[in-house]
């Protein structure tokens, strides 16, 4: 989800980029305890009716719950990822947060107008990154193709109608 504060044709704007999760921390709990319960009542029947044979089923589905559990917390902990993007007289900002960093990532562009935009579709999923001299920052990771298609036309027209703060002598 973007949300933005300004305009990308004025080129003075400030952009939040955050990702957009089906379900949040209590949705994540509730849908692992329903599946460690089914996992486990289904495994419970099989080691029942095997007449303790079918131990290997049990053995799969306690693995099945470790992966089901890491995967929805890292899901959790994704959620909670930022980027904001500025862009004002004195340059381009990103600031890249998650919430176990002490302190955000910060790339500080002077002169945007040197920047490239450009799209990365190889694996299916499009990326965005800034090139600026021998830098290359990933945008919005996280978002939706069409969200990440809009980001990418908007700071390419932001970045055109970009002008620094006038010099004072």
């Given at each position: ?17 955050v990702?957009h ?5 209590t949705?994540?709990w ?9 996992l ?5 029947f ?7 044979k079918?131990w ?15 995967a ?18 004195d ?13 955000p990532l910060v ?10 935009i ?12 800034i090139r ?5 920052i990933?945008i919005g990771?996280?978002?939706p ?7 990418e ?10 002008r620094p ?5």
């Amino acid at each position: 989800m973007i949300n933005i504060k300004g305009s990308f044709e004025e080129a003075r704007f400030e952009a939040e980029l955050v990702p957009h999760r089906s379900l949040g921390k209590t949705g994540s709990w509730i849908a692992c305890g329903l599946s460690g319960v089914l996992l486990g009542a289904t495994s419970g029947f099989a080691l029942i009716m095997s007449q303790g044979k079918a131990w290997p089923v049990v053995v799969a589905a306690f693995l099945v719950q470790g992966g089901l559990q890491y995967a929805f917390s890292r899901n959790a902990r994704a959620a909670d990822e930022r980027q904001f993007l500025k862009m004002d007289e004195d340059g381009l900002a990103i600031i890249h947060t998650r919430p176990h960093w002490d302190t955000p990532l910060v790339h500080q562009i002077d002169y945007p107008t040197m920047a490239r935009i450009e799209q990365d579709s190889t694996r299916g999923i499009p990326k965005i990154f800034i090139r600026h001299h021998a830098r290359q920052i990933s945008i919005g990771d996280f978002l939706p193709p069409t969200e990440t298609t809009q980001l990418e036309q908007g700071l390419k027209t932001a970045l055109r109608a970009w002008r620094p703060a006038p010099s004072v002598t």
